[in-house]
Each structure stands twice: as structure tokens, then as C-alpha cells.
Nanobody
């Protein structure tokens, strides 16, 4: 089972990025996918999650209204569209998978993790 993040980079405040989480080795249809991030010197935190059906999405308060999570099971990929980026969004972003149901506040319940992609928001 493999998850590979991409789409990170350097962007100015107010800019946008779209992260991708490409999955392989399992049937994405049955898994919830979460996005997490870890800033330097801080603990990893949950950002967003989308349930297996795609009908349920969760967001951290800090990104609500700016980030949008979506999934394309036919492409085995989950996306995180990030708009109105702020310097405090700077972090390594990880995607992770668990069976069926989101658990954005319980990282330990996610079974499979990617290696992360760096997002830097700076002028």
C-alpha cells in the first residue's frame, strides 16, 4: 500500500496550491483519506479528511473556508485545494488512509501514510 503526495512548493501569501495524494495497492473506494501537516517545532495536526463515500468532509477550524478536499476514485487520487494561503500554513503536508470513516483528530487511527510534501508560504 502506497500513498504519494505531490503539489507542494513555494507560494506567496494569498496564493493557491493543489496537493495530490496518489494511492496504489488498495481499493481507494473503501478508505477515508486525511490530510495532516507538521510545521517546524510543532506537533502534527489534522487538516482535512474525506470519508470513503466522499459525502462527508471535515476541516480544521484554521483552514475552514479556504481549503477543499475532494477525491477521484477512478484516478486513485485525493486532492487538497488550498486557497488564500497564509504564512502559518507553512508545513510538511501528509496524506494518510484508514478504513471507511474519517478521524481527523485521531492520527493514530490512520494505518497508511505518505512521505509528505513541503508547502512554504512566504513573500
Amino acid at each position: 500500500l502506497q500513498l504519494v503526495e505531490s503539489g507542494g512548493g513555494l507560494v506567496q501569501p494569498g496564493g493557491s496550491l493543489r496537493l495530490s495524494c496518489a494511492t496504489s495497492g488498495f481499493t481507494l473506494d473503501y478508505y477515508a483519506i486525511g490530510w495532516f501537516r507538521q510545521a517546524p517545532g510543532k506537533e502534527r495536526e489534522g487538516v482535512s479528511c474525506i470519508g470513503a463515500s466522499g459525502g462527508i468532509t471535515n476541516y480544521a477550524d484554521s483552514v475552514e473556508g479556504r481549503f477543499t478536499i475532494s477525491r477521484d476514485n477512478a484516478k486513485n487520487t485525493v486532492y487538497l485545494q488550498m486557497n488564500s494561503l497564509k504564512p502559518e500554513d507553512t508545513a510538511v503536508y501528509y496524506c494518510a488512509a484508514r478504513w471507511n470513516i474519517c478521524a481527523i483528530r485521531a492520527q493514530g487511527l490512520f494505518d497508511y501514510w505518505g512521505q509528505g510534501t513541503q508547502v512554504t508560504v512566504s513573500s
